[in-house]
């Protein structure tokens, strides 16, 4: 097996290992193996969307890149329905986003958000 070096901070190494107590993981490299999986499974589904779509999108963030998600809001605008800002605690923020369009551009939009290192958590959920 190749071994792949990855640099953490303190914050992410504490949640895994609680993770791996919570959920019998039996070291933090199968938690990034089951993350990964969880990401390649996710991307695999996400390839498959065509057509139009409604889908809610959510995207948790830390508050100091309000800016960039405003950016990136406005590049997607034809894309959104709705769309709700919420501090849910000192310094991150909740973006939710009801979307009606085109699966090519919201899969586009969902990798912006996901490529951005300042995004805690992207979820694209497809009804």
């Known amino acids: 097996m190749t071994i792949v070096s990855v640099s953490l901070n303190r914050t992410i190494l504490d949640e895994m290992d609680k993770l791996e107590k919570s959920h019998g993981f039996s070291g933090r490299s199968e938690i990034v193996r089951a993350g ?44 959104i329905n709705t769309h709700l ?24 939009m969902t990798k912006k958000f996901q490529a951005n290192k300042n995004m805690d958590n992207v979820q694209l959920i497809v009804m």
Do not use: P, W
């Not at 996710?42 to 809610?56: S, W």
């Open 36 to 79: 990964i999986r969880n990401l390649l499974s996710e991307e695999r589904k996400r390839q498959d969307l065509t057509g139009m779509l409604h889908a809610l999108f959510l995207a948790i963030h830390d508050e100091d890149s309000d800016d960039q998600v405003t950016e990136m809001r406005h590049v997607y605008d034809k894309l």
């Open 85 to 108: 800002h919420s501090k849910i605690d000192r310094d991150r923020c909740l973006e939710i986003f009801l979307l009606r369009g085109d699966a090519r551009e919201v899969k586009e």
